[in-house]
């Protein structure tokens, strides 16, 4: 129990610390957020919990292969002023885009 108390205040201490960042230095809060720091606690979290070196490699290859696909998400962004997009439309398109993305990541892992 105790490290899944661990496990949820670093993750909502990092959370908070970037999104807070975003008003303060946006360009910064987007380069942290970019980082893997969700996935650099998230394999050492998953690696204390189970202690599995080859879960936690397959874990991680996963990831690796999951960070490209995901970025599918920020695609409606990018043309957000040219086709005059709203937010939460670029946001719902995203997570569409998401959903596709899921498949190339299944794909992708049968693969490698």
Not at 31 to 45: E, K, M, N, Q
Not at 58 to 68: L, N
Not at 73 to 79: A, D, I, S, Y
């Amino acid at each position: 129990m105790g490290l899944a108390i661990l496990k949820v205040l670093v993750a909502a201490v990092v959370i908070s610390f970037v999104s807070w960042l975003a008003g303060k230095k946006t360009g910064l809060a987007g380069f942290l957020t970019a980082l893997p720091l969700s996935s650099l606690l998230a394999l050492v979290f998953a690696q204390l919990q189970w202690s599995d070196a080859r879960q936690s490699v397959e874990y991680a290859k996963s990831i690796f292969i999951a960070v490209p696909v995901s970025l599918l998400f920020f695609v409606p962004f990018l043309f957000a002023e040219r086709f005059q997009l709203g937010f939460w439309t670029c946001y719902l398109s995203g997570i569409v885009l998401l959903a596709v993305g899921y498949w190339i990541h299944n794909y992708a892992l049968k693969i490698f």
